[in-house]
């Protein structure tokens, strides 16, 4: 049994009115959807995180270590989420929270 560093959750949102106007620094109207979670746990892993363009989920375990400046951490990462990927309800960010909440419960085991 691999030993977890940190376990993480977060849920969803959805944006009722004003998607578009988001992007352009506007507001909108967005509800969170508390029952639609993610939860990510990280262990430790032998190599550091490796991208993979093609997958969001990935990217956004990617941009959150770079965020963080913890490109080089050696961990591998379970994500278990609810939330559909390409519709909008913020399944990468969900899944950057978490990791943003895992980081907080274990930054020692994350410092390179």
């Known amino acids: 049994m691999t030993k977890e560093i940190g376990v ?13 106007s988001v992007v352009y620094g506007y507001p909108a109207i967005s509800l969170p959807l508390n029952r639609i979670e993610v939860t990510c746990q990280v262990f430790p892993s ?7 363009a093609e ?13 963080l ?7 591998c990462c379970q994500v278990e989420s609810m939330v559909p990927e390409k519709r909008g309800m913020g ?17 020692d085991a994350l410092a390179m």
């Open 69 to 75: 400046g913890r490109q080089g951490a050696k961990i």
């Open 91 to 107: 399944s990468s960010a969900a899944v950057s929270i978490c990791l943003l909440y895992t980081s907080d419960a274990a930054d």
């Open 46 to 52: 032998e190599r550091a995180w490796t991208l993979y």
């Open 55 to 67: 997958d969001t989920l990935s990217m956004a375990v990617f941009a959150c270590l770079e965020h």
């Open 8 to 20: 993480g959750k977060a849920h969803s949102k959805i944006i009722l009115m004003g998607e578009h």
